[in-house]
């Protein structure tokens, strides 16, 4: 069993940066991929970033490629996401997920991934 909890997000001005955080409880973090993931109202989960289970290996959306920035620890099993130059279109509920198949150095499908956070809300005004 691995749970997962977001915090960091918040109310931004357009332009501005916000850092999520992703902590896992349990056992071998360091054997998931973990993926961040955005639900906007009235729009389905999407993908954002993922990295793999060394940190050495992280793939982006092209919506958020060149502005946000995935990183993890795993001595603190921790993921974090930092968020720049946001725009009102980033608005969304961000969850954080672990993908434990070994399989896989990285994924970017909904359906890859085993457990899920709650989510933390990102909101930015323009």
């Given at each position: 069993?691995?749970?997962l909890?977001e915090?960091g997000?918040?109310?931004?001005?357009?332009?501005?940066?916000?850092?999520?955080?992703?902590?896992?409880s349990?056992?071998a973090?360091?054997?998931?991929?973990i993926?961040?993931?955005r639900?906007?109202p009235g729009?389905?989960?999407?993908?954002?970033?993922?990295?793999?289970?060394?940190?050495?290996?992280?793939?982006?959306s092209d919506?958020?490629?060149g502005?946000f920035?995935?990183?993890?620890?795993?001595?603190?099993?921790?993921?974090?996401?930092?968020?720049?130059?946001?725009?009102?279109?980033?608005?969304?509920?961000?969850s954080?997920?672990?993908?434990l198949n070994?399989?896989?150095?990285?994924?970017?499908?909904?359906?890859?991934?085993?457990?899920w956070?709650?989510?933390?809300?990102?909101?930015?005004?323009?």
């Amino acid at each position: 069993q691995v749970q997962l909890v977001e915090s960091g997000g918040g109310l931004v001005q357009a332009g501005g940066s916000l850092s999520l955080s992703c902590a896992a409880s349990g056992r071998a973090f360091s054997n998931y991929v973990i993926g961040w993931f955005r639900r906007a109202p009235g729009k389905e989960r999407e993908f954002v970033a993922a990295i793999s289970r060394s940190g050495g290996s992280t793939y982006y959306s092209d919506s958020v490629k060149g502005r946000f920035t995935i990183s993890r620890d795993n001595t603190k099993n921790t993921v974090y996401l930092q968020m720049n130059s946001l725009k009102p279109e980033d608005t969304a509920v961000y969850s954080c997920a672990a993908d434990l198949n070994f399989g896989r150095t990285l994924a970017a499908d909904i359906r890859d991934y085993d457990y899920w956070g709650q989510g933390t809300q990102v909101t930015v005004s323009s």
